[in-house]
Nanobody, 126 residues
Framework: VQLQASGGGLVQAGGSLRLSCAAS????????MGWFRQAPGKEREFVAA????????YSTDSVKGRFAISRDNAKNTVYLQMNSLKPEDTAVYYC????????????????????WGQGTLVTVSS
């Protein structure tokens, strides 16, 4: 499975961005999808995830009410809508795919995902 993330950029605090992650080479609808981010000097952290069916989503507390993950299985694409962005949201954002998160319910763990995109940089200015 190949994942291609896009949509990052420079935005002022309070603004919005929508990230996209297009998948190819696999059965997209069978994978849980996640978004993670990594700021300079920090470890990669969980942002949000969505089950293969799209019916259930998960997100970390710091983005609840501001970010929303969704997927379109017909387009093999997962999205991350980010609103009310803050400078602390600045990071490289990665999309990830895996079967294990759905099986074990561990959507927030980096090592539960098998496939990773290349990352897209989000910079939020104050």
């Amino acid at each position: 499975v190949q994942l291609q993330a896009s949509g990052g950029g420079l935005v002022q605090a309070g603004g919005s961005l929508r990230l996209s992650c297009a998948a190819s080479g696999g059965t997209f609808s069978s994978y849980a999808m996640g978004w993670f981010r990594q700021a300079p000097g920090k470890e990669r952290e969980f942002v949000a995830a969505i089950k293969w069916s799209g019916g259930i989503t998960y997100s970390t507390d710091s983005v609840k009410g501001r970010f929303a993950i969704s997927r379109d299985n017909a387009k093999n694409t997962v999205y991350l809508q980010m609103n009310s962005l803050k400078p602390e949201d600045t990071a490289v954002y990665y999309c990830a795919a895996g079967v294990r998160p759905s099986q074990r319910g561990l959507y927030g763990r980096v090592n539960e995902y098998d496939y990773w995109g290349q990352g897209t940089l989000v910079t939020v200015s104050s």
